[in-house]
């Protein structure tokens, strides 16, 4: 009896330790299955409305979702693990946590309380739409790369310096920036960022194909003579200015990231070499120098006034980095700028007639030869300024110039008048600055004194420089 007994004991004893084991705290597992080396009975997620469910390899270790179909953002969804007995959920902290599933997620279980396992969690990746289904300018198809790159191929009759772009976007996408999908694509490649899905996406703006016009109007590029410069700083010569053989002429092509500005205070005439010491400026150019007072601004600032009992032409750029040029004088201590007149006789301004002028930089010259797109005659030159200097049709001079394009392309002229080259008029000097698509321009110093120096190199010869005296001018006309 003594020994049964006992063995009733051993048993009853065994069977609570039996019963006490399966009664201890699931630590958080939910309820499922005796979970064996399977540690989940499910892993869930939202997509939308549904709910997606994973499919789990307890070989390979991984949780494979299914491409989600009414979600697009991954970054955030919602995942709900459903344990095994005996299993429990390290990471991620909580048994419903949110993750990004664009990327693999790291799930680590530990094994019926005792060892630790490692899943991978991933999802297939819905395909984004791009943003960007169709890009045009004009009528003209541009091909959108996987690259995140649009490219044009350039047409006779666009412009290069202003591409206007239209965009098919997909739902949901904008343009952040430029807003006005416009580019110069002369120089340099244009960037685009369009907004979607909560990111930026920035695309690369190209166009191939573009044709040099300047070749064609007789025009060498000889920019490697003058380098190193930006590239958007090109420099052509040619032998034929005005149509004249062995004449010689060169231009500087400033595209519309050159800055401009006026070195000198009208005060102190000083050389062109002068000028360029400091080396800040690529392209330097000379002013004038007479009896005439310049208008100059720096930096917003008058720096001079005129003194003229007449109206000048001069060009500037004003703050937000567009050329122009413009009929000015100073009234009682401002500055204003006046309309075109296309004939009469020249009138005296008043302020009345005309606008504040307060541009960032500019500077005054001889002559408007060129405004509006309109080679100006030498009666209109009078109509407007009350004076007129070498106008003729015969007035063969080395002279020197600035012309601006519509989109803020600037080009300065420079001839010369020895060893054999002959000068240009006024007017054939416009037309030429008109044909390399000028709409505004500006005559400076003429005869023996017009220089230009590119890198501190020579570009002409004229008189006074070739002598070893070149003219001491009032201010130069500097580009960066």
Request: charged letters at 20%; a negative charge.
């Amino acid at each position: 009896m003594k020994r049964l007994f006992s063995l009733m004991t051993l048993l009853l004893a065994g069977g609570g330790l039996f019963l006490a084991s399966c009664s201890d705290d699931d630590n958080g597992e939910n309820d499922g299955p005796s979970g064996g080396s399977a540690p989940f009975a499910s892993v869930t997620a939202k997509d939308g409305s549904s709910t997606m469910t994973a499919t789990v390899n307890d070989t390979d270790k991984t949780i494979k979702f299914g491409e989600f179909q009414n979600t697009t953002d991954l970054t955030a969804v919602e995942v709900t693990f459903k344990m095994n007995k005996g299993h429990i959920l390290k990471t991620p902290a909580n048994l419903t946590s949110t993750v990004n599933l664009n990327n693999p997620v790291n799930v680590v279980v530990l094994m019926n309380g005792k060892t630790e396992e490692t899943y991978k969690m991933t999802a297939d990746t819905p395909e984004t739409p791009e943003a960007i289904l169709g890009a045009k300018v004009g009528d003209v198809e541009a091909a959108v790369g996987e690259d995140k790159s649009i490219t044009v191929k350039w047409q006779e009759g666009m412009e290069i310096n202003h591409m206007v772009f239209t965009l098919d976007l997909v739902e949901g996408a904008t343009v952040k920036s430029p807003e006005n999908l416009t580019f110069d694509l002369e120089f340099g490649d244009g960037t685009l960022v369009v907004n979607y899905q909560g990111s930026d996406i920035t695309y690369t703006v190209k166009a191939t194909d573009y044709v040099d016009p300047m070749p064609a109007l007789g025009w060498t590029d000889v920019t490697t003579e003058f380098a190193p410069l930006p590239a958007y700083i090109k420099v052509y010569k040619t032998t034929k200015a005005g149509g004249i053989d062995n004449n010689v002429a060169y231009v500087a092509m400033m595209g519309s990231q050159a800055t401009m500005a006026i070195v000198g205070d009208g005060t102190n005439p000083k050389t062109i070499d002068e000028y360029e010491t400091n080396g800040e400026y690529k392209v330097y150019v000379v002013g004038v120098n007479s009896t005439v007072q310049n208008i100059i601004i720096q930096d917003g600032k008058v720096v001079r006034s005129d003194a003229n009992s007449h109206v000048t032409g001069a060009i500037y750029r004003d703050a937000d980095g567009n050329y122009g040029a413009a009929y000015v004088r100073g009234i009682e201590d401002k500055l204003y700028s006046f309309p075109f007149r296309a004939s009469g006789e020249y009138e005296e301004p008043k302020a009345a007639e005309g606008k504040a002028w307060a541009p960032q930089t500019a500077v005054n010259g001889v002559h408007m030869i060129l405004f509006d797109n309109n080679v100006l005659t030498a009666d209109q030159v009078k109509s407007n300024e009350n004076t007129c200097f070498n106008y003729g049709d015969t007035d063969f001079y080395a002279h020197s110039a600035i012309g601006v394009t519509k989109y803020n392309k600037v080009f300065a002229f420079c001839g010369q008048m020895v060893e054999g080259s002959k000068g240009v008029t006024i007017p054939s000097m416009a037309q030429s600055l008109k044909d390399m698509g000028c709409v505004s321009a500006i005559a400076f110093e003429a005869s023996g004194s017009p220089d230009m120096h590119i890198n501190k190199k020579k570009t002409v010869i004229n008189k006074y420089a070739q002598q070893g005296k070149p003219k001491a001018v009032q201010c130069a006309v500097a580009f960066k």
